[in-house]
């Protein structure tokens, strides 16, 4: 069973960065894609940034230019670097990953809640 736990959320005023941590209890290259989801209060969830095997990546259009998703193979972490923060990233951030292998189960973490203060 494989695990991912997100770290890194917190209270942050608008215009400033948090860093997420998502850290996978088996190697990365199992995953054919690992990315970020949030869930805003009264919303659905939505994809903010993906990355696939091979290292392209995916933004949601109203985080384009903000956020950065990356990954270290060495720790089978993958991040999110959110800069210019606004009140409307409030959410719960979840890393998902999925395997590559069929039959490409999806796991979730627990989630990390990000509140930006305006």
């Known amino acids: 069973q494989v695990q991912v736990v997100e770290s890194g959320g917190g209270l942050v005023q608008s215009g400033g960065s948090l860093r997420l941590s998502c850290a996978a209890s088996t190697s990365i290259f199992s995953f054919v894609t690992m990315g970020w ?26 985080v384009k230019g903000r956020f ?5 193979h060495a720790k089978n972490t993958v991040y999110l670097q959110m800069d210019s923060l606004t009140p409307d990233d409030t959410a719960v951030y979840y890393c998902n990953t999925r395997e ?19």
């Open 37 to 62: 989801y949030r869930r805003a209060p009264g919303k659905l969830r939505e994809v903010v940034a993906i990355v696939n095997v091979g290292g392209a990546t995916t933004y949601a259009d109203s």
């Open 68 to 72: 950065t998703i990356s990954r270290d």
């Open 100 to 118: 590559i292998m069929p039959p490409a189960r999806d796991y979730w973490g627990q989630g990390t809640q990000v509140t930006v203060a305006a």
